[in-house]
């Protein structure tokens, strides 16, 4: 059996799910939804408070044990990601080109990041993560005593929120997650992560996204929100629906504490997805 807690911070808001994997089985062992005094700062020049970590450590220490791997969302601003075709069909071809994209792409130089990828038929999404921005969760990590860390940029959490329900296995469809800080989508087909973005939380982004879903030219048959989505309305052919983030997940073992947070389900969709996107990535 496999463990990973998935973490999302934004900004004073912290929300955290403890996952444990059996098989092909995700089990819901624990859930977080609180404010903290201090939002963590990734500035890796700076010491981390000692109030995040103190107010952190007692949440994690509220769950059952073991805790496993920590999985953290990364928002927007700590990550770059980018679609590209892939010309090349060898794994070692294939990350030579990456590191060429990214090379250009970045304007910082290409070793102060850490560069990974995923192939998506004939593309691929790269993603970069500054160093620094490894380090200052390092340091959280050190300060609360736990030395297992993952990192899951924003949307692929998102997209990996959906894995469990199976939604994504036919036809076309979009999920979106806005929080007070920032907005995020992603669009699938067949399975197939085909598109992403990254914005601020305003009607501007989500009527572009909505647009974009209802195109005739090819349609989305469903939209899924998650987190806080302002009140806009929708074009009238489109088809939305809340994110069934806990769909296809054994909830039997969650606290009775924890039980009356499956109602505010879509407001933990990136910390899920950040802990799914932890257990998909381990090696059988």
Request: hydrophobic content about 40%.
């Amino acid at each position: 059996m496999s463990t990973a807690t998935g973490i999302h911070i934004s900004g004073n808001t912290l929300r955290v799910v403890h996952l444990e994997k059996l098989d092909n089985t995700y089990y819901l062992r624990g859930l977080i939804n609180q404010r903290v005094s201090e939002a963590f700062d990734f500035d890796p020049e700076k010491e981390v408070s000692e109030s995040f970590v103190e107010e952190l450590g007692q949440a994690l220490e509220s769950l059952p044990k073991p805790i496993g791997t920590l999985s953290f969302c990364l928002s927007g601003g700590l990550y770059h990601i980018q679609k590209i075709p892939l010309e090349v069909a060898g794994e070692e071809d294939r990350r030579e080109q990456i590191f060429w994209e990214a090379s250009q792409a970045l304007i910082s130089p290409i070793d102060n990041s850490v560069i990974d990828f995923i192939a998506v038929g004939r593309a691929a999404f790269w993603t970069a993560v500054r160093n620094g921005v490894i380090d200052a969760h390092e340091a959280l990590c050190s300060a609360l005593g736990e030395t297992h860390l993952h990192l899951s940029v924003a949307p692929l959490s998102l997209f990996c929120a959906g894995i469990p329900a199976r939604i994504w296995e036919t036809g076309r469809k979009m999920a979106i997650h806005s929080d007070p800080y920032e907005s995020f989508y992603v669009s699938v087909e067949n399975g197939i992560l085909i598109g992403v973005d990254t914005a601020i939380p305003d009607s501007s982004s989500l009527h572009r996204w909505f647009s974009l879903a209802s195109s005739r030219h090819r349609p989305y048959q469903r939209v899924y929100l998650s987190g806080d989505i302002p009140r806009i309305d929708p074009p009238a052919d489109l088809s939305l629906a809340e994110y069934p983030i806990f769909l296809g997940i054994d909830t039997a073992q969650l606290p009775k504490r924890d039980r009356e947070k499956l109602g505010q389900a879509s407001q933990f969709a990136l910390a899920l997805g950040a802990g799914i996107h932890k257990l998909i990535s381990e090696t059988p």
